[in-house]
């Protein structure tokens, strides 16, 4: 959860449930709100409610991660963002992205299979049809 803005420029920590997004805190989280909104568009479907990114973000900022954290995911739509004119479907890249392992759980063998679970739900209660979904598995 976000409290408050910093001033421009100052860092600070973004506490995502337990985990920290180490970067500016405007910054971070407005890269993060414009990837999740990109990812949407390039879709070309509603995106769902803040609910399920606010739990995206819970889930990469438990504080059990080491590397798939927040910070790491931000990063992956840095690289990511140089590549999308590349991308055949880039929304489907995107949304495999905020979903790899989404749920992380150390003592679990299913982390990708069930992030990709996740991924598919939210696609279905989006209106994505299969082809779309089964790609997004695909890629996952």
């Known amino acids: ?11 600070q920590v973004l506490h995502v449930a337990s985990g ?11 890269r ?3 990837a999740w909104r990109n990812t949407w568009i390039d879709l070309a479907l509603p995106a769902p409610g ?3 990114l606010q739990a995206l973000l819970e889930r990469y900022g438990e504080s059990h991660r080491a590397y798939h954290t927040a910070q790491h995911l931000a990063e992956c739509f840095q690289h990511f963002d140089g590549a999308r ?3 055949a479907h880039a929304g489907e890249v995107a949304l495999a992205l905020w ?10 063998a299913r982390n990708e299979a069930d992030s990709a679970d996740w991924a598919d739900r939210v696609l279905v209660s989006a209106g994505a049809g299969a082809a779309m979904r089964d790609r997004v598995q695909i890629v996952q």
């Open 20 to 30: 920290l997004l180490d970067c500016n805190l405007r910054e971070g989280w407005m």
């Open 50 to 52: 803040p609910e399920v």
């Open 99 to 108: 979903f790899h392992d989404a749920i992380y759980d150390p003592h679990s």
């Open 32 to 34: 993060l709100q414009d």
């Open 1 to 11: 959860t976000v409290a408050a803005w910093p001033a421009a420029g100052q860092r």
């Open 85 to 87: 004119p590349l991308a």
